[in-house]
T-cell receptor, first 113, second 112 residues
Framework: GAGVSQTPSNKVTEKGKYVELRCDPI?????LYWYRQSLGQGPEFLIY????????DSGLPNDRFFAVRPEGSVSTLKIQRTERGDSAVYLC???????????FGPGTRLTVL | QKEVEQNSGPLSVPEGAIASLNCTYS??????FFWYRQYSGKSPELIMF????GDKEDGRFTAQLNKASQYVSLLIRDSQPSDSATYLC????????????FGQGTRLTINP
């Protein structure tokens, strides 16, 4: 079956601009996660959705970052007033209810110039 | 102290040998433990998960967990050049927490 998909695969933007990153989880997976990975580091947790609601957003670095999952499937990570330090690979993962094994999408590489 | 620590490597192992990757974690209440493989420019791919003390084998891979020592390892038998990648250790710290906490990864190179 289809895995987690993310669009775009690459995004280049200028400092101060607004960006949206999209994640489409594995069909039937109720849990969705966003992580951010900088070069040479492991992924860092940003936010976790169970269904439509954000169950844990403790990893969002500041109020420029926001994520939604209005229908409990596709999620959008939104970054306002982007900064050069936001440059990273943004990874989305999903898991099925009752398990904690997470499967990752291919990621979106964000570059802020 | 980092929550999850791995030797960043690089770890170089000859083809056919056993590769041993190690990980320690700081939260004694950690519940679930995962190994992901990440090829350069790609996303993490789940290899193994382990919840209980002891060994868990899956093909050429064996995960080992020692909760008393707060230590988890991954053994790769009969290493192949295609095993060359970065291996990420991740833990879920407590039941219901769900978020994965990753180490920085160990870069493994299998030499033909």
């Amino acid at each position: 079956g289809a895995g987690v998909s993310q669009t775009p695969s690459n995004k280049v933007t200028e400092k101060g601009k607004y960006v949206e990153l999209r994640c489409d989880p594995i069909s039937g997976h109720t849990a969705l996660y966003w992580y951010r990975q900088s070069l040479g580091q492991g992924p860092e947790f940003l936010i976790y959705f169970q269904g439509t609601g954000a169950a844990d957003d403790s990893g969002l670095p500041n109020d420029r970052f926001f994520a939604v999952r209005p229908e409990g499937s596709v999620s959008t990570l939104k970054i306002q007033r982007t900064e050069r330090g936001d440059s990273a690979v943004y990874l989305c993962a999903s898991s099925t209810q009752g398990t904690d094994t997470q499967y990752f999408g291919p990621g979106t590489r964000l570059t802020v110039l | 102290q980092k929550e999850v620590e791995q030797n960043s490597g690089p770890l170089s192992v000859p083809e056919g040998a056993i590769a041993s990757l190690n990980c320690t974690y700081s939260d004694r209440g950690s519940q679930s433990f995962f190994w992901y493989r990440q090829y350069s420019g790609k996303s993490p791919e789940l290899i193994m998960f382990i919840y209980s003390n002891g060994d868990k084998e899956d093909g050429r891979f064996t995960a080992q967990l020692n909760k008393a020592s707060q230590y988890v390892s991954l053994l790769i038998r009969d290493s192949q050049p295609s095993d060359s990648a970065t291996y990420l250790c991740a833990v879920i710290r407590r039941e219901g927490a769900q978020k994965l906490v990753f180490g920085q990864g160990t870069r493994l190179t299998i030499n033909p």
